[in-house]
Each structure stands twice: as structure tokens, then as C-alpha cells.
């Protein structure tokens, strides 16, 4: 059929308040022109994150009220621990009240001045934890990952060639070597089985650490089950566990793919780097087997790992960005193609060619897209990473906006309501001019940055 048929029934609900386009104007003034700096209440649909924003089920409901709030030792923290072994099969299980707090413990271990750490691509928290410890994170994605028209079927891809001449170049001051799937700054794009592998092997055999960022490893096992040869008979817990019987470790928010609002954890096989890791977790976050989260979130997570898993649910959530990246390629907005798991991304640069990239046109087309809809996004682009290390600036690669879906929360309608406000915004594109930035912070500003039009 071509409808899109959510495979879950609604059982709860929660109003959404409608604004009129001049008093989203006022309230995006009153927020500095910074999506971010806005109140929830005043968004119609809200694509900032698909990061703790889903809906949970009946069943993690339920779970939650089995929760057991003890300091130590509780059985909560068993179920969650057999739940995350039961797809990744490290040594050590160790949680965190959410992904940065497990990239903060890790490369608070392995980072430092001097030391180079090689990603696909490292995402906003991941490349600020690393760079907070003075250490260089290093982008080696495919090329096809940065051309948005490329159709490639893993532009999520490590670039396998310049991994190894970096490894071989620069072995002494590499502590890890990392992937993050999907790869979430390059577009939402899967990487392949086949990558991981050979990633892996390169990482082992200059005895490095491979080190999975698996935040959204359910869509990305989906993705290798649909276009990687030899994976479409298999099932996606299968192709989940052999993607992490390759690495040493993972970092983890589980409010994404593990479908709760808050939580992840740190995984890890070696024993001392483990026990140095629960020595900062009892320092920063909470006892190792609560790890800064109440045994009801626990629980939630062990019962969402269960259902993130489950075929009619990736199928049902890839084919919606589908949908919506076909409509808008039909109203002529440029999209990175084909789409990712978790989001839309629209390639601001391709839209607005008369606003230069260091006058933001991913910033300024979400704050259009509130303007026009009530639709909050985020830019992915050079607001976030474009201001070096050393306090200088320079275009990203890429200036995207991410409509990132959050998960089992919005419905086609609003899907169908996403594509027309885009198709208003069409007609105005091109008297949009850029920003500036007129107040930042020194680090990760594209959260509180305030902007100024041109």
C-alpha cells in the first residue's frame, strides 16, 4: 500500500498550541534568532532532536513501575545489563544518565593534549568531549558522505584508504579509533557491515581500540539488512550483534534508539580501562549499577531494546523520511539523498547560493521554517562546526538543517503538514538573507548562541 500506516495504536495524547506566523516572529526575536532558545510550548512540530523526544510504549511504561530505586545492586540494573548484552556482548556494562556522560568518562581516560582520534564523523557532543580534553577529533568520512546528491548506498562510510594512512602516519597519538552509525552530522547515512569490519581490522592491527558510537545502531542494522549484499535474510538483532562483535567498546545515549527519554551507557571489554571508567562514573555520575539514573529508566531501556528491533517499526520509520525527502525533492528543495534513519536533512548551502556560508543559511532557514510553520529545527552546518580549536572560523562542509523525527510521536498528517509548509517557504527563499552571530560561548555555541540578521 502507499499510505505510511503507523504500526501502533494512540493511546495518550498532547495538545499542541497553535501560534500565528506574527507571533512566532516576536517569540523567534525574543530567542535571539537561535532555535534552541525557544519555549516547547510555542512549537507546532518540534524536529530540534529526535533525542529523548519519543514516545514510549505501553510495555516500557509498565516496565518503569517495576522499578527498583536501591543504591546498589539493584535488579533493574540486571534486566538492563542482560537487555544491552543481549545485542552487544561486551565485558563491562556500565550506565550514564545519557551518551555525553559516557563520551565525557571515555575520552576523559583516553583523551588528552596531542592525542588524534579518527571517526567517520563525530557528532557535536562526541567532537566536543574529545576537544575538551585537548585532544583532536578527525573526520575521515567517504567523499560520497559530503555530496549531498550522491546516492550512494553507505555514505556513512570510515574512508578506509585515509584511515590507514592516518593510522600509519600517526599511530603514536591515536588512543581509539572510532565509528559513529548512523553517522549523524553526514546526513543520518548508514554505514555498511562490510566497513565496520574492515574498520576494526585496521583499528586491531595497530592494537588500537575500535570504539562503536551506537546511538542509532537499530536504523543502521536496518539499512544493512535492505542494500548490503548477502544481509537480507538475515534479522536485525543478528546484523545488531555482528556490528558490535567487531568493536571493544561503545558509547550509548539510549534516548535514541533505546526509545526512552533519558539514559545510555558505556560499554566496554577492557578491565582496566572499565575500572577506570566506574572510578570517574561514581566521581561524576552515580553508583555502577544506576549510574545517574533511577531504576524506572532502567527499565524502560531494557524493555525499549527489545522493541527498537522489530522490522514493521524500522521499515515504518525509514519509509516516513522517505516520504517526506520525495515530496520535497518534487517541490525542488534540495535534501541529501537517500534518506537517512532518524532524520531530514535539507542542504541549506544548495537552497540559499546568496547566503555565504559564514552568514549561516542552515541557522537562517530554520529560523525561517519557525517563521512560516512552527516547525523547529536545528542547524547542522558551520554554526556547529565551524569555529576551530584555535578560536578561528571556517565553512563547514556541509551547511544542512536537520529535521531530526522524533520517534512513534508524529503521524503522516503532520508529515503532510511538514512538505506544505516548505512549499509557502519556497516562495520567499529568495529574500532570506543571513545571519551573524553577535554572542557566543566558548564552547558547543550552537546551543546558546545568539544571532543578529544581516
Same mark, same amino acid.
Given at each position: ?185 553526514? %546526513? ?17 592491527? $595497530?592494537? *588500537? ?29 543478528d546484523i545488531v550483534r555482528d556490528t558490535f562483535a567487531c568493536a571493544d567498546g561503545m558509547t550509548m545515549s539510549a534516548k535514541k534508539d533505546g526509545l526512552v527519554n533519558i539514559g545510555g551507557w558505556l560499554a566496554l571489554n577492557d578491565d ?17 549499577? $544506576?549510574?545517574g539514573l533511577a531504576g524506572r529508566d532502567l527499565e524502560a531501556i531494557a524493555q525499549g531494546l527489545t522493541e527498537v528491533v522489530d522490522e514493521d517499526y524500522l521499515r515504518y520509520r525509514v519509509r516516513t523520511n522517505e516520504y517526506i525527502i ?64 584555535? %578560536? ?24 503532510? $503538514? ?31 548562541? *545568539?544571532?543578529?540578521?544581516?
Amino acid at each position: 500500500m502507499k499510505t505510511i500506516i503507523e504500526p501502533f495504536r494512540i493511546k495518550s495524547v498532547e495538545p499542541i498550541r497553535f501560534t500565528t506566523r506574527e507571533e512566532r516572529e516576536t517569540l523567534l526575536d525574543q530567542a535571539h534568532l537561535n532555535t534552541f532558545l525557544l519555549r516547547s510550548e510555542d512549537v507546532l512540530i518540534d524536529l530540534l532532536t529526535d533525542s529523548g523526544t519519543g514516545a514510549m510504549s505501553a510495555r516500557q511504561w509498565s516496565a518503569m513501575l517495576r522499578g527498583d530505586e536501591s543504591y546498589a545492586g539493584s535488579p533493574s540494573f540486571e534486566r538492563f545489563e542482560a537487555a544491552v548484552r543481549n545485542l552487544a556482548n561486551f565485558k563491562h556494562i556500565i550506565p550514564t544518565h545519557q551518551g555525553r556522560a559516557a563520551e565525557a568518562i571515555l575520552f576523559s581516560i583516553l583523551g588528552g593534549e596531542g592525542k588524534k582520534i579518527p571517526n567517520n564523523t563525530h557528532f557535536d557532543t562526541t567532537r566536543g568531549n574529545v576537544e575538551n580534553t585537548g585532544a583532536e577529533a578527525v573526520d575521515l568520512v567517504v567523499a560520497e558522505g559530503l555530496d549531498p546528491n550522491d546516492l550512494s548506498d553507505f555514505k556513512g562510510n570510515i574512508d578506509l584508504v585515509r584511515l590507514e594512512q592516518f593510522m600509519r602516519d600517526n599511530a603514536a597519538d591515536v588512543p581509539c579509533v572510532m565509528t559513529t552509525i548512523t553517522n549523524n552530522a553526514g %546526513g543520518g547515512q548508514p554505514v555498511s557491515l562490510a566497513n565496520i569490519r574492515a574498520t576494526a581490522e585496521i583499528a586491531h592491527r $595497530y592494537d *588500537k581500540p575500535f570504539i562503536i558510537d551506537g546511538c542509532r545502531f537499530a536504523e543502521n542494522a536496518y539499512f544493512i539488512k535492505q542494500r548490503e549484499a548477502g544481509q537480507q535474510d538475515r534479522s536485525i538483532t543478528d546484523i545488531v550483534r555482528d556490528t558490535f562483535a567487531c568493536a571493544d567498546g561503545m558509547t550509548m545515549s539510549a534516548k535514541k534508539d533505546g526509545l526512552v527519554n533519558i539514559g545510555g551507557w558505556l560499554a566496554l571489554n577492557d578491565d582496566d580501562l572499565a575500572l577506570k571508567a566506574r572510578s570517574r562514573l561514581i566521581m561524576t555520575e552515580g553508583f555502577p549499577t $544506576y549510574g545517574g539514573l533511577a531504576g524506572r529508566d532502567l527499565e524502560a531501556i531494557a524493555q525499549g531494546l527489545t522493541e527498537v528491533v522489530d522490522e514493521d517499526y524500522l521499515r515504518y520509520r525509514v519509509r516516513t523520511n522517505e516520504y517526506i525527502i520525495e515530496r520535497l525533492d518534487r517541490l525542488g528543495v534540495p535534501v541529501v539523498k537517500p534518506a537517512g534513519g532518524h532524520a531530514v536533512f535539507i542542504d541549506a548551502r544548495a537552497w540559499l547560493p546568496h547566503v555565504a556560508p559564514l552568514q549561516y543559511p542552515g541557522q537562517t532557514v530554520a529560523c525561517a521554517l519557525y517563521v512560516a510553520g512552527g516547525i523547529r529545527t536545528t542547524e547542522i552546518g558551520t554554526v556547529m562546526f565551524g569555529r576551530q580549536p584555535d %578560536g578561528t572560523e571556517r565553512p563547514a562542509p556541509m551547511d544542512l538543517v536537520r529535521l531530526a523525527i522524533p520517534r512513534r510521536t508524529y503521524t503522516q498528517s503532520h508529515a503532510d $503538514y511538514i512538505v506544505e509548509v516548505f512549499e509557502e517557504l519556497a516562495r520567499e527563499v529568495d529574500q532570506m538573507r543571513g545571519l551573524t552571530i553577535v554572542e557566543e560561548p566558548p564552547t558547543m555555541r550552537h546551543f546558546t548562541a *545568539k544571532f543578529a540578521r544581516l
